[in-house]
Each structure stands twice: as C-alpha cells, then as structure tokens.
Nanobody
Framework: QVQLVESGGGSVQPVVSLRLSCSAS????????LGWYRQAPGKEREWIAHIRPSGHPEYADFVKGRFTISRDNAKTTVYLQMNSLKSEDTAVYYC?????????WGQGIQVVVYS
C-alpha cells in the first residue's frame, strides 16, 4: 500500500505563495492519480486538484489560475504550488492517491493564511 507524507505547510500572510509537497512511499505511486484536498474549519473536505498517471492535471474551479499541481519525473512526489493566497485558503491540506482498487490519504498539513 502506498503511503503519503505531506510537507511545506505553515502560516503565511495573504498574497504570499506556498508550495506543498507530497511524497509517496514507492514507485507504484506512478499508477495512481495523485491529488490534493483540503478541509477548512467547520467545512467538509473538498477536492482541489489531481494529476493523472498520464500527467494530465484537473482543477476545481475555485483554484484555477492560482494553484498549480505537478509531479516529479519519478511520479512519486506531487506538488501544489499555491499563489495569491487568501484567508479563505486556510485549511488542512490532504494528499490523496487513487486508483480503481485503492484510495490512500496522507495525514494532512496545516496552512494558515492570516492578515
């Protein structure tokens, strides 16, 4: 089973950029769609973006133009570049790996955007 570990979170001011990383435990992660979700206080977890094994990315409408998802050549690390951060981006961000027979979550990492 793939295991995921997120890094790169923190507390930042609005407009600042932040990049989250998620490392998968082994190369089988190349067979998964790797993505990011987030859960703000008092709200349900929501999908942000994912990148398929083919490399094709897809985004939720609310982050288009601000967030970019990418993965390394080995396909075991996925990144989320977040630009122009807003206070409403404050949430716990979760890495996710999916394929037809498996759905794996990271432990989550906190991002706080304060003014």
């Amino acid at each position: 089973q793939v295991q995921l570990v997120e890094s790169g979170g923190g507390s930042v001011q609005p407009v600042v950029s932040l990049r989250l990383s998620c490392s998968a435990s082994h190369t089988l992660a190349s067979l998964y769609a790797l993505g990011w979700y987030r859960q703000a206080p008092g709200k349900e977890r929501e999908w942000i973006a994912h990148i398929r094994p083919s490399g094709h990315p897809e985004y939720a409408d609310f982050v288009k133009g601000r967030f970019t998802i990418s993965r390394d050549n080995a396909k075991t690390t996925v990144y989320l570049q977040m630009n122009s951060l807003k206070s409403e981006d404050t949430a716990v961000y979760y890495c996710n790996a999916q394929r037809s027979d498996s759905n794996v979550w990271g432990q989550g990492i906190q991002v706080v955007v304060y003014s």
